[in-house]
């Protein structure tokens, strides 16, 4: 059984910074790219930042400049450094990965979601 477990987020004013982590367990081949994705109340998901297994990042317009995505391929593991942050980024935020299992193909995976909160 994959599993994508998040962990982080919580509530932070304007300005600040708050970190999240995405750690990857179960039995699988491989791992190719991770990433972030949120969610806004009333809004659909939308992409925030990737890495691949390489460890080349991506990021979002929105996101360039302030937020930092790094990986651990030894843990498995991919962090979101968000500094700078602004209301706007309030939002849960999904852990994703794109994982090659032993039996089958690349599939999808998404973690349970963190919620991030930036309010004064």
């Known amino acids: 059984q994959v599993q994508l477990v998040e962990s982080g987020g919580g509530l932070v004013q304007p300005g600040g910074s708050l970190g999240l982590s995405c750690a990857a367990s179960g039995q699988f081949f491989s791992i190719k790219s991770m990433g972030w994705y949120r969610q806004a109340p009333g809004k659909q998901r939308e992409w925030v930042a990737a890495i691949t297994s390489g460890g080349s990042p991506n990021y979002a317009v929105s996101v360039e400049g302030r937020f930092t995505i790094s990986r651990d391929n030894v843990k498995n593991t991919i962090y979101l450094q968000m500094n700078s942050l602004k209301p706007e980024d309030t939002a849960v935020y999904y852990c994703?990965?794109?994982?090659?299992?032993?039996?089958?193909?690349?599939?999808?995976?998404w973690g349970q979601g963190t919620q991030v909160t930036v309010s004064s």
């Open positions: 994703h990965a794109d994982i090659v299992l032993w039996t089958t193909g690349p599939t999808n995976y």
